[in-house]
């Protein structure tokens, strides 16, 4: 199995900074794509920002310029750096990955984390 665990969330000003991180273990041989989704009371689950193996970024419009994405491969880890936070990113943040489990098959599995909540106040 693959188990994620997170950390990094809080409440913090708007204006000001947190930086999450998402680790990964288990049975993994490699990782394609990590990312982060958040969902906010009331709305759906939306992506936040996502990294690929080869270190190619995707980011939403809303965050873009405020937050980055990064990865360690040796670690199994991912990190969002959130930068000038506004009420509105005010969330629960969910860590995905999709791996492979064996260099002899190409499946690929996703998974999901816990959840961090990130609020951030006026």
């Known amino acids: 199995q693959v188990h994620l665990v997170e950390s990094g969330g809080g409440l913090v000003q708007a204006g000001g900074s947190l930086r999450l991180s998402c680790a990964a273990s288990?049975?993994?041989?490699?990782?394609?794509?990590m990312g982060w989704y958040r969902q906010a009371p009331g709305k759906q689950r939306e992506l936040v920002a996502e990294?690929?193996?080869?270190?190619?970024?995707y980011y939403a419009d809303s965050v873009k310029g405020r937050f980055t994405i990064s990865r360690d491969n040796a670690k199994n880890t991912a990190y969002v750096q959130m930068n000038s936070l506004k009420p509105e990113d005010t969330a629960v943040y969910y860590c995905?990955?999709?791996?492979?489990?064996?260099?002899?098959?190409?499946?690929?599995?996703?998974?999901w984390g816990q959840g961090t909540q990130v609020t951030v106040s006026s």
């Open positions: 288990g049975s993994i041989f490699s990782i394609d794509v």
């Open positions: 990294i690929g193996s080869g270190g190619t970024t």
């Open positions: 995905r990955i999709i791996v492979r489990r064996s260099p002899y098959s190409e499946s690929s599995f996703q998974y």
